[in-house]
């Protein structure tokens, strides 16, 4: 790597701690979504994407 090598293992470090970090971030915001939609449902809202037997939302 010669005299760079100091950059090029930050860089790839840094590059390996962002994707970790984004990794963790989806994975928070998911449980996060299912929670609120879980307590939505639980209201009684429902997704306009679910139909009825006979396709009218239900």
Do not use: K
Not at 1 to 10: K, P, S, V
Not at 11 to 18: E, K, N, R
Not at 39 to 56: F, H, I, K, N, T
């Amino acid at each position: 790597m010669g005299n760079h090598a100091g950059f090029i293992l930050a860089a790839y470090g840094l590059s390996v701690l962002v994707v970790v970090v984004l990794f963790v971030w989806v994975a928070l915001d998911g449980r996060a979504q299912r929670r609120a939609l879980s307590e939505l449902e639980a209201r009684g809202v429902r997704r306009r994407s679910r139909s009825g037997p006979q396709g009218d939302a239900s």
